[in-house]
């Protein structure tokens, strides 16, 4: 009988651990389906006719806003049809019942302030991550593999900034915004994003994992620190260095609160700023700027997602 349970045994553990994979894939289904429902929600809103946008969305809409959506719609069905869509709940269709490129074509064709604010925030994005690798790789190198006095002073107060909102530091970067001249320029959102502390934190943890026989071994040949930081800490350095600066493009990509503060002109704001613009009689306009906008951002991920896993695997890895 030993015999008999021990040989089940193994089988048993198979079984188990089956069920806990299946038990976890189910988790992570159920916890996708939302992200999943949002991209089709606004992929299938890209292809939808604007009256049908209306008449689907009009029970999600009130006040004014219902208003505006559904006046075309009374014109050709009636105030009683209009005061019945306008109730409920929006069921939103699996696809739509009239594909078109409509909206996308008057986004792309006839809507000259996409374009200008989309190359708005190419500008303030691409200062930003070279000012962040410029001058956080370097810093991040130092205070990983330097010992100096009051080098945990100083990580500790890089961790305080990074933890710091943007309403705690706004008025100190306005004012010194002021100072140097740049309010209302590209640079007055871009230069606190290029010095931002967290890319520091994260690139300085991967720097910790580089093995110290290595740096060593370039001493002995010759190296001094800049050409060590170059030849040994940057190719070593990589997946935490991509995975700073993907974090530092969704979060400077996406910034609405800088542009607000800092940018008075519209003609300087950013892609962030053009969406809040769009009335609830453009739903179309809106659902095509908003998969634009997030087409940049999926793709930058994608192509650095296995960095960004090797950087955050590598911030645990102790030498």
Not at 55 to 83: D, E, I, N
């Amino acid at each position: 009988m030993g015999r008999r349970k021990l040989s089940a045994w193994p089988g048993a553990s198979r079984q188990l651990n089956g069920l806990k994979h299946g038990l976890l894939l189910l988790i992570l289904t159920i916890l996708t389906i939302p992200v999943v429902a949002v991209l089709w929600f606004m992929l299938t809103g890209v292809l939808m006719p604007l009256d049908e946008l209306k008449v689907t969305l009009a029970p999600a809409l009130s006040g004014s806003a219902t208003a505006a959506v559904t006046t075309a719609s009374a014109s050709q069905s009636g105030a009683a049809a209009v005061s019945d869509l306008a109730t409920g709940y929006a069921i939103w269709p699996l696809l739509p019942s009239w594909p078109t490129l409509q909206p996308l074509t008057e986004l792309l064709l006839d809507t000259p302030a996409f374009f200008v604010m989309f190359w708005n925030s190419f500008k303030i994005v691409l200062p930003a991550l070279l000012g962040q690798f410029l001058f956080g790789a370097p810093a991040a190198w130092a205070l990983s593999r330097f010992r100096f006095p009051g080098r945990k002073l100083l990580l500790g107060i890089y961790i305080v900034l990074m933890l710091m909102p943007f309403q705690v530091t706004m008025v100190p970067n306005y004012l010194v915004a002021r100072q140097l001249g740049i309010v209302d320029t590209i640079w007055a959102v871009a230069l606190p994003f290029a010095f931002s502390a967290y890319p520091v934190f994260i690139m300085s943890k991967s720097f910790d994992a580089v093995p110290h026989a290595m740096l060593e071994a370039a001493s002995i040949d010759g190296a001094g620190y800049w050409q060590t930081f170059v030849r040994v800490g940057l190719p070593l350095g990589v997946p935490g260095i991509v995975s700073a600066l993907v974090l530092g493009f969704l979060e400077c990509w996406n910034a609405i609160e800088q542009p607000l503060v800092f940018l008075k002109d519209s003609r300087n704001w950013p892609l962030s700023l053009f969406l809040p613009q769009i009335t609830a009689s453009r739903l179309g306009l809106a659902m095509s700027a908003s998969l634009i906008m997030l087409a940049p951002a999926v793709l930058i991920f994608f192509f650095g997602q296995k960095y960004l896993e090797l950087g955050i695997q590598a911030t645990g890895v102790k030498e």
